[in-house]
């Protein structure tokens, strides 16, 4: 059975740092891309960061600058690195894995992370 498990959330200040981890475990296969979304209150997830296998990193305008994507495929983990943060950020980040399809991707269970003005 397939894992990924989220670390690193907590409570900061705004202009604070935090790096979330995300740990996969199981039988890991079909993985094209690795990536962060985000969900906040009353909000829909969305897109924070997505790195694929090849081609360039995605990210939202809203995090641009300020946060950075990192992977190690061989250890399937994925990182993000988040500076300057800000009370918006404050959501459910959650770790996600593409798979090529018709492949579901993985999910993680989420962490919050949370932004004091």
């Known amino acids: 059975q397939v894992q990924l498990v989220e670390s690193g959330g907590g409570l900061v200040q705004a202009g604070g740092s935090l790096r979330l981890s995300c740990a996969a475990s199981?039988?890991?296969?079909?993985?094209?891309?690795m990536g962060w979304y985000r969900q906040a209150p009353g909000k829909q997830r969305e897109l924070v960061a997505l790195?694929?296998?090849?081609?360039?990193?995605n990210y939202a305008d809203s995090v641009k600058g300020r946060f950075t994507i990192s992977r190690d495929i061989g250890r399937n983990r994925v990182y993000l690195q988040m500076n300057s943060l800000k009370p918006e950020d404050t959501a459910i980040y959650y770790c996600n894995f593409k798979r090529v399809a018709p492949l579901p991707d993985y999910w993680g269970q989420g962490t919050q992370v949370t932004v004091s003005s």
């Open positions: 199981g039988n890991i296969f079909g993985i094209n891309a």
């Open positions: 790195m694929p296998r090849t081609g360039s990193t």
